[in-house]
């Protein structure tokens, strides 16, 4: 063993003993609902594809047409040779749907957060971060090489608090927070945080991942709260209720041409395929016309929660945290001996001592299905 593999089996070993050591496990999706795994079929309710676009006829029929016209690959970087005719009609979807005047399309939702924060802020600058914000997030604003501060999850005056020991000695300040919460399902107070940022002359970042296609009538968090708040930068991905891949910011003409020119994760990395890109214009054409679909996971998930006795669902995404890692491995395996797939979170993606599970809803979830794994969280991992 040279010194290297070393180094990784004694790292692995340590996160085997904390039973936090992860794997890939062969996972076939065939309908957006179900998964085949280790030889069963499983009801998932671990996929973050609510609408079950990934596998309708439209949004296949798009990326078919597009693979079939433009090939397998963008070829290069957008601003080489990159920029296929299908990026622009996605970016006004995108900014239509999202209230902007302008669209920028990422390879990934962490791509965009990565070269967004950084494009934006320097090293003079200050980023307060919900603590339970995404990875991603925390990357974008490492990146930039900010005073980086965390304000606990959701309290505003602690935010406000921060911002007026520390927001006088920076030149620009960013507020940047998830939406909808990824691991708790909870939605951020954007109101409260928009009025905040905009006394306070700093900019709110808001990744909006898990609130397209779902909240604010499919149209994402900024339009969750009765009065839709002024975030000037809506990032989000297309890679969940879109039912793809990629990631995207909404924002004003002039700060989308600035990312184009600033952000590295755009200049630097490849465009999206074609048919990618195909596939989420459709994808949000349903989004933005079928309110009755786009109100399906949130109704599901509250069947869920009223079912379980848990505190109602504010989104696709509920927590059943459970503490132990080991507790939370255990409760996911009953599950799936019951021909369910709810997988287990556990630290560092959430934090210690809050492992969990998390269950995802989705548009095609059978009623039946969600009432069998309410009384079975209820009776057998809550009781
Ligand atoms: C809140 C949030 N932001 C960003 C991302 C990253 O998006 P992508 O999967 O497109 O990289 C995710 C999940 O993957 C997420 O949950």
């Known amino acids: 063993m040279t010194a290297l593999d070393q180094f990784a089996a004694q790292k692995l070993r340590d996160l085997e003993a904390r039973q936090l050591r992860r794997r890939l496990i062969d996972s076939t ?31 296949k029929a798009a990326a078919a047409a597009a693979l079939e016209r433009y090939g397998t690959g963008a070829g290069a970087s957008r601003l080489v040779t990159g920029n296929h005719p ?26 965009a957060n990565a070269g967004i924060i950084p494009a934006l802020i320097d090293r003079d600058d200050l980023v307060l971060l919900d603590e339970l914000s995404h990875a991603c997030l925390w990357a974008g604003a490492r990146l930039a090489r900010a005073n980086v501060l965390a304000f606990r999850h959701n309290d505003v005056a602690h935010a406000a608090a921060l911002l007026a020991e520390f927001r006088a000695q920076h030149a620009n300040a ?39 296609g779902v909240v604010g009538d499919g149209r994402g968090s900024r339009f969750a709260h009765g009065d839709v708040p002024d975030v000037p930068l809506q990032m989000g991905t297309l890679s969940k209720a879109a039912g793809g891949y990629g990631g995207y910011l909404c924002a004003s003409r002039a700060v989308i041409d600035l990312i184009q020119n600033r952000a590295r994760s755009f200049i630097y990395s490849t465009g999206l395929p074609p048919a990618t890109v195909a596939a989420a214009t459709a994808a949000l054409d349903i989004i933005a016309s079928d309110r009755d679909l786009v109100a399906k996971p949130l109704r599901n998930a509250r069947r869920f929660t009223a079912a379980a006795g848990l505190p109602e669902a504010q989104s696709a995404i509920v927590p059943v945290v459970l503490g132990t890692a080991d507790r939370a491995l255990a409760a996911s395996r009953h599950l799936e001996d019951e021909g369910f797939l709810v997988v287990a979170i ?38």
Request: net charge negative; glycine share 8%.
């Open 29 to 59: 999706r065939t309908d957006g609902i179900h998964v085949l795994r280790n030889g069963r079929r499983l009801v998932s309710f671990s996929c973050n594809d609510y609408l079950n676009l990934s596998h309708h006829p439209k949004v």
């Open 86 to 111: 299908l990026f622009a009609e996605l970016e006004s979807r995108l900014a239509q749907i999202k209230g902007t005047e302008a669209a920028c399309v990422f390879g990934s939702g962490y791509l």
């Open 174 to 212: 960013m507020i940047a927070t998830d939406g909808v919460f990824s691991m708790d399902g909870d939605l951020a107070p954007l109101p409260a945080l928009a009025a905040l940022a905009a006394r306070t002359d700093a900019w709110l970042i808001v990744d909006d991942a898990h609130g397209l």
């Open 346 to 383: 556990r630290p560092p993606t959430v934090p210690d001592g809050t492992a969990r599970l998390r269950v995802a809803f989705t548009a095609g979830h059978a009623e039946g299905e969600i009432d069998r794994l309410a009384a079975l969280i209820r009776e057998r991992v809550l009781a």
